[in-house]
């Protein structure tokens, strides 16, 4: 099921420069969401920029999801200036999930078009809380 809800912004950080971390509240997206997936995100109260941009889902917790993104236009931009409390309009989740792996060491790569960066998970819990 795809829902397309308004999610406010609970927390947000600068993890490196242009590197930007949010957690979002969106429990129906929350919920559904596995490994894999994506939200498409309005990154304006308007229509500009007409398209949304899509942000893969970086973890979930409790009714929150968590979203990594690089800035690399006007859109990304626009949602790097947003602050805590403000609202974004979600669609999501999208793609297909997958099975996490068993037993395993595994890291998360994360490509934006331009750069791309690979991420442990110990390395994520420790810096923006995911994890228990």
């Excluded at 398209?51 to 929150?64: C, E, M, N, Q, V």
């Excluded at 989740?93 to 890291?107: D, Y």
Aim: proline share 7%; aromatic share 10%; net charge positive.
């Amino acid at each position: 099921m795809i829902f397309e809800i308004d999610g406010v912004i609970k927390e947000k950080a600068e993890l490196q420069d242009g590197i930007f971390y949010l957690s979002v509240e969106a429990p129906s997206i929350a919920y559904l969401a596995g490994p894999g997936q994506f939200v498409l995100v309005r990154v304006s109260p308007s229509f500009d920029p007409f398209l949304r941009r899509p942000l893969s889902i970086a973890g979930t917790k409790d009714d929150r999801i968590k979203l990594l993104f690089s800035i690399v236009g006007r859109g990304t931009s626009l949602l790097s200036r947003m602050r805590e409390g403000d609202v974004l309009s979600l669609r999501g989740p999208l793609g297909k999930s997958f099975p996490p792996s068993r037993g395993r060491s595994s890291s998360c790569w994360w490509r934006d078009g331009s750069r791309s960066a690979s991420f442990r998970p110990s390395g994520l819990r420790r810096e923006v809380g995911f994890g228990g």
